[in-house]
Nanobody, 118 residues
Framework: VQFVESGGGLVQAGGSLRLSCAAS????????VGWFRQAPGKDPVGIAC?????????WILGPGQGRFTTSRDEWKNIVYLDMTRLNPDDTARYYC???????????RSQGTQVTVSA
């Protein structure tokens, strides 16, 4: 299974971004999809979880609550992370996986960099 994250970039504080998680070799509908981020010099943390299509629940953790949402496009096999009211503390590399909450020791995918300027 390969994950490809995209949509990151440089944004001013208060701005928004939509991150995409695409996967080959797996139907994302069938698995919970977790979003994680890792800031420089810090451990990765889980920030969001999109349940399976059957489950249809989603969870936003910690500082993303009230600002981040997850959704899926089943036809494109993509899960999105919409981030609003970004602040410099959101600066990190963002990753997705078919697991939630507990980050792995390392990520195989490249992730997508989000940089928020003050």
């Amino acid at each position: 299974v390969q994950f490809v994250e995209s949509g990151g970039g440089l944004v001013q504080a208060g701005g928004s971004l939509r991150l995409s998680c695409a996967a080959s070799g797996v139907r994302l509908d069938d698995y919970p999809v977790g979003w994680f981020r890792q800031a420089p010099g810090k451990d990765p943390v889980g920030i969001a979880c999109m349940g399976t299509k059957k489950d249809s629940n989603s969870w936003i953790l910690g500082p993303g609550q009230g600002r981040f949402t997850t959704s899926r496009d089943e036809w494109k096999n993509i899960v999105y992370l919409d981030m609003t009211r970004l602040n410099p503390d959101d600066t990190a590399r963002y990753y997705c996986l078919t697991k939630c909450f507990t980050p792995p020791a390392s990520f195989r995918s490249q992730g997508t960099q989000v940089t928020v300027s003050a």
